[in-house]
């Protein structure tokens, strides 16, 4: 069996959970590292019991150049995604993998669909959310219409900054840059960078592009929240009540997330349908003491008078990460369009800035007007 040869640039923290899915595998051969600091990547050569022998770099083109890779994966800051993803385009990958948010602009984005469609890589944008396994489910049951149609989605992410993994000054610099982390004139740590997720959920959820944003920021010790986000669906199909939805970005500063195995952060969404009300408990801490408790299983649905339970998952992060990666690896060896491509990820690029520009404008943004 020929592995497929993967190369990853940015060994960062996010590292140790992007890996996962690679190892223990027999088709996929983890050949090159790169990181601008070698040393960083050594550390993670040893972390995981990679072969010591892979060669590391401190430039990724000089990796794309020497070394005859099938896939790539970019854990890059934000403004480095559009030159690394074309660049690899370039010497014509299989496959790239692109952490969140895909670029900064809806140009750049354009750019980096345009130079994968020319050589043939298929563009992914890596999205682990939707790859937990109790999120799969509640999915599942959405589009097999077991609450009815859809009507309203509201993603609340609870934000602490105690516990959880602890995260080097050097990480968090480049996110203090407004011109490193976009997200408008001020930078956007919260909806731009972690809201991404929630702006990604939004849509696959309901399967419906959004018609209209309009949001609130406040400000707290650098970050660009709390925030509200509410906005309309485009409704391409008929539907039995017109579909909206709302997010939440909100902050426990005082919360101790020490039982939170990665970032001190939560997520809870609330979905309401034709017939029946879905809770979707948990994301990134998923596995704690919130986890064990009887009132805050995976997935609850409401409806026909009854309330229903569904726990039995593997309640950890990780899963999500490996089930991503996995995912990903099929769709690089069998030719197939991942779950968020690059056109799909333009979507949500698209309602995520339409966001940020609500807030700097203070007024409703019509989606179509920004593209």
């Given at each position: 069996m020929e592995k497929l040869k993967v190369g990853i640039i940015g060994t960062g923290v996010i590292f140790d959970l992007n890996i996962l899915g690679y190892l223990n595998r027999d088709d996929v051969q983890i050949t090159c590292l790169c990181n601008r600091t070698v040393e960083k990547a050594k550390q993670k050569i040893e972390k995981f019991n990679l072969d010591k022998n892979i060669p590391i770099y401190a430039d990724y083109k000089e990796m794309l150049e020497k070394e005859n890779l099938d896939l790539v994966e970019i854990l890059l800051p934000h403004h480095l995604h559009a030159d690394a993803t074309i660049y690899a385009a370039q010497k014509g990958l299989k496959g790239i993998s692109v952490q969140k948010p895909m670029a900064l602009t809806l140009e750049e984005a354009d750019k980096m669909i345009d130079a994968c469609k020319k050589s043939g890589s298929i563009l992914s944008i890596y999205e682990n959310f939707v790859f937990a396994p109790h999120i799969i489910k509640a999915k599942e049951l959405l589009d097999n219409d077991y609450i009815g149609d859809p009507s309203s989605i509201r993603i609340k992410t609870a934000l602490g900054n105690k516990g959880g993994w602890k995260i080097p000054e050097s990480a968090e610099l480049w996110r203090k840059d407004p011109k490193k982390i976009g997200g408008g004139q001020h930078g956007s740590p919260i909806l731009f960078d972690n809201g991404w997720h929630a702006f990604c959920l939004a849509i696959w959820f309901f399967n419906e592009e959004i018609e209209k944003v309009f949001a609130w920021t406040d400000k707290y010790q650098g970050l660009d929240a709390p925030a509200y986000v509410i906005f309309k669906y485009k409704q391409s199909k008929e539907h039995i009540?017109?579909?909206?939805?709302?997010?939440?970005?909100?902050?426990?500063?005082?919360?101790?997330?020490?039982?939170?195995?990665?970032?001190?952060?939560?997520?809870?969404?609330?979905?309401?349908?034709?017939?029946?009300?879905?809770?979707?408990?948990?994301?990134?801490?998923?596995?704690?003491?919130?986890?064990?408790?009887?009132?805050?299983?995976?997935?609850?649905?409401?409806?026909?008078?009854?309330?229903?339970?569904?726990?039995?998952?593997?309640?950890?992060?990780?899963?999500?990460?490996?089930?991503?990666?996995?995912?990903?690896?099929?769709?690089?060896?069998?030719?197939?369009?991942?779950?968020?491509?690059?056109?799909?990820?333009?979507?949500?690029?698209?309602?995520?800035?339409?966001?940020?520009?609500?807030?700097?404008?203070?007024?409703?943004?019509?989606?179509?007007?920004?593209?």
């Open positions: 009540v017109p579909q909206y939805g709302n997010m939440e970005f909100v902050l426990l500063p005082e919360m101790d997330f020490s039982d939170s195995k990665y970032y001190p952060v939560d997520e809870f969404i609330e979905i309401i349908a034709s017939r029946g009300i879905m809770k979707i408990n948990q994301g990134t801490s998923i596995g704690n003491k919130i986890s064990q408790s009887k009132i805050f299983p995976p997935i609850v649905i409401i409806r026909n008078g009854k309330v229903e339970t569904y726990k039995d998952f593997e309640k950890d992060w990780k899963f999500s990460f490996i089930n991503a990666t996995n995912y990903l690896i099929d769709a690089v060896k069998n030719n197939k369009d991942p779950i968020l491509s690059g056109t799909q990820a333009r979507s949500v690029l698209r309602f995520n800035l339409a966001a940020i520009k609500s807030v700097e404008q203070g007024t409703e943004i019509v989606i179509d007007e920004t593209n």
